[in-house]
């Protein structure tokens, strides 16, 4: 290439790296190329990956970013490995959330749902859906997220609604779905039925009264306490344990209860904790999970006082129509003025909130549609037993089995309008119910036309338990489903093991008979930089669209404008923070970590470009003995680094993945390698066709092992590079592929790996460290000439270190340098300890000795005399009890810093004694 194109090409090579208008560029190539895309490829292994599907309503979190650039890193990863890679995208219709987000759109057009009609609702949920629902989508685009995007499914597409009563028919066919008049969890607010797993716990302040139940035609009272009293209204007994001494006289009498003056009998039952209260409670079957049951062993009524709407009914009399927690003020104010009231007291309670709009849940006598759990749960569990679904982290195998084992049964019917409709026909002739997968024209029983469809929608997670196989294509037998069913991993989040993942496991053994995912990687959860929760109403979250592209946020209650980091700093440093499934303290600041590396890697590549512009790289393979240490030392390193970085890759080691790129790439390339390698290509001619040759090699095998975290950067870089080297490798070089996304993942030549190489560069590095410690500790002109003494261990050191010394002299500054073994140190010197050796370095003629050491003693003393001072008021209680804690602990923290200073400064003075 001639010194003009080569004085061009650098022409056009920014000297700084803006990731705008380098990422939306190479998206748009990838997707026009499809290099996403995949299909079924008998000769290759298949990878697929389905994505966690995010709702319809929803915008990029902090939470998908991490967990879809993990998904992505193992995507491009298996595509370079070779494997035909499906990575299949979609969203989740949401329902409870889309249908809330729907109603307040209506509510600002002061509309409700009732004035449109289910039909007219259904239509407008779709058209907010055909307007929003991409968001999210193009947000995981920009991120770099390499799905087949022309396989984008939806949970209410026609093919996935129509898996999803295929499902359900078979299933009731079988008997293990069925249709019960039960207690289920209910919201007020969005009056439907929720799951056990759609009910949020949050510990609240607040009280448990003790009331007293008179006896029938008795003086006497047994006193139950409650934390809910509003729900006495309902009671049809008192109960109280069979083996509690205190209250054996009593099973079989009658107690009246208070407000109501009903008649309930004291009964005895094992469920009963005598500890609790005073050892006696009310029984109400309509409105507690334990006490429905209690009521089903006695026979006992049940007696619904609060209606769906949260308003006290009929059964509640003077109390009908009052809002419930209206009417326990109210009922508690009679109590007392009754004389009923014996005490209350202050508690904390775990109470049940709905997971979408926080309202407080009651249970709710409904009759409701319910899978029966237990015959497939067992399935789930063998399956786990026998090592076909495994997790990482492992210690979440446990909590997914403990879930499994102790399963209830599944309310899967909503009372919402938005959903997939249950498939299950009511005749107004006879009763009859006919369940089919599609609309039938008259009763399975008696003929009738007069048919109505069941008006509730099934549980959101219903379909997207079934996402593994029906966005392959089931219930047809289609070649992808055939394919690439069981996919390979699912990468998840902890909050959703029993919402999804159980649920997959469950529905994929009974329909595929085969699990639908081998390995289950669990991530952590992002929290904030003081280690609570994301969430709205904290202004605590990170808007990964910020991080990217830069923008204003909103956050801690004040207005912050960022710089946008790019995609591929926020991808490396999720990346660099995920370790081992633990969660993930964040600030906005973390990702210059991020945007560090991709421009120290921008600065090193832009360098070897240029460099490699003017060079003659030749076409023949290279001769061994045109490599020198430094070649031989490089390649060992990547050899043994592409080894590991694949091992980290497939055995989710993120955190190690992206460590062991830093090392390499920062370290041993930018700060050692590029260094070493610069005399011999600036002597230009043949001395300079060898190491081009190794550092074009180099570079490519980089960029293809970032590729997976960093793939805009590292494909930007690519396309520059075959411009300057169309053609690469140490061999016969060979043409490299047109894009980086669809080369091969760099396979680890073992005959490269020099473990002797490796350990003398190592050796070579801290003289050359030690050397720069010195003259940064002692504030030594960058070229000033030192004569640097070596005390090696051994022989085995010096011998390794003597062939390197010109490389260590010319890379430390060296004036002179001597190597021995049990050197003895020179007067006036600093020394350094490494591992092996110990560096001399006169420091006579450089500096006064006595006046620096003299400067170091006054320093020290300042020092300690503030010790003193912070030691004594960390002893005084008056300060330790009534500073905050956070003023505390940093007075703490500047102990240890102090202490810590006072350290080197001592063993600083210490190296210049004679």
Known sequence: ????????????????????????????????????????????????????????????????????????????????????????????????????????????????????????FIDRVWGWRGKYGSAIVNQLKRLGCSCDWRRERFTMDDGLSRAVREVFVGLYKEGLVYRGRRLINWCVRCRTALSDDEIEHVEKQSRLWHIRYPLKDSRKS???????????????????????????????????????????????????????????????????????????????EQITVIGPDGAMTGAAGKYAGLDRFRAREKLVEELEELGLLVKVEERRNSVGQCYRCDQIVEPFLSEQWFVSMRPLADKAIQASRDGKVSFVPARWERVYLSWLENVRDWCISRQIWWGHRIPVWHCGACGEMTVEVEAPAACSKCGSGRLAQDPDVLD???????????????????????????????????????????RMVMMGLHFMKEVPFGEVYINGTILDENGARMSKSRENGIDPLVMIQGGRQRRFGKEFSYEGYGADAVRYTLCTLTTDGQDIKLAPTRFEMGRNFINKMWNASRFVLMRLAGVDQGTEPVAPEALDFSDRWILSRLARVAGDADRQIAGYRFHEYAKTLYEFAWGDFCDWYLELVKPRLSAGGNAAGAPARVLSWTLDNLLRLLHPVTPFFSEEVWSLLAEVAPARGLGVPEAAAPLLIRAAWPEPDESRIDARAEADMEQAMNVIRAVRNVRAKFNLPPKAPLAVTVSAADDAIRDALLPLADMVRAQAGAGSLDIGVGVRKPPQSAAEVMTGLQVYLPLAGLMNVEVERKRIGKELGKKRDALARLNEKLCNYEFTSKAPPEVVKREEDRKVELARQMGELEALRDSLAN
């Open 1 to 120: 290439m001639s010194e003009t194109k080569g004085e061009s090409f650098a022409d056009r090579l920014p000297k700084h790296y803006v990731p705008a208008d380098v990422e939306p560029r190479w998206l748009e190539t990838w997707l026009a190329s499809g290099s996403f895309r995949s299909a079924p490829d008998r000769a290759k292994k298949p990878y697929c990956i389905v994505i966690p599907p995010p709702n319809v309503t929803g915008i990029l979190h902090m939470g998908h970013a991490l967990n879809c650039t993990l998904q992505d890193i193992l995507v491009r990863h298996a595509r370079m490995r070779g494997y035909e890679a499906l990575w299949m995208p979609g969203t989740d219709h949401a329902g409870i959330a889309t249908q809330n987000v729907v109603e307040r759109s209506l509510a600002e057009e002061g509309l409700h749902r009732d004035a449109l009609g289910r039909d007219g």
């Open 222 to 300: 047994l006193t139950i306490a409650t934390t809910r009293p509003e729900t006495m209204l309902g009671d049809a007994a008192v109960a109280v344990h069979p083996d509690d001494e205190r209250y054996r006289e009593f099973v079989g009498a009658t107690v009246v209860l208070p407000v109501m003056n009903r008649e309930m009998p004291v009964i005895a039952d094992a469920m009963v904790d005598p500890a609790f209260g005073s050892g006696v409670v009310k029984i109400t079957p309509a409105h507690d999970p334990n006490d429905f049951e209690a009521g089903l062993r006695h026979d006992l």
């Open 460 to 502: 959101t997670w219903f379909s997207s338990a079934l996402w593994p196989f029906s966005t392959l294509g089931w219930p047809d037998e289609t070649p992808e489903l055939g394919y690439y069913y069981p996919t390979t991993v699912l990468v998840t989040a902890r909050d959703i093991i029993y919402f999804w993942v159980a």
